[in-house]
């Protein structure tokens, strides 16, 4: 999935209504995370804490946009990555190659 594809999916998906400035804040982020789990891209503070499904941490982390986006992350990955993303956000890699 590329970064226009992510857009796409996210502008299907937007409940919370964000701007398409919002939309595309997010998609580079959705793209980060795809890129971590396919590529090891180094991803900061706030998409560890969602990538480790670590909620508090997420909410914590996440600058007005994110917060209100946090919905539209959990449906990202919960059906655009493969499932054992969770094992990988916990240090527990077992994605076959």
Do not use: S
């Amino acid at each position: 999935m590329n970064l226009q594809e992510i857009r796409a999916y996210l502008g299907r998906n937007n409940e919370p209504n964000l701007t398409p400035e919002e939309l595309d804040h997010v998609a580079m982020c959705c793209d980060h995370i795809m890129k971590w789990y396919y590529e090891d891209y180094p991803i900061g503070d706030f998409l560890t804490a969602v990538v480790r499904n670590d909620l508090t941490e997420a909410v914590f982390q996440a600058d007005d946009v994110n917060a209100r986006a946090l919905k539209l992350y959990a449906w990202f990955l919960t059906w655009n990555l493969p499932a054992d993303w969770r094992l990988k956000g916990q240090g527990k890699k077992v994605k076959a190659t």
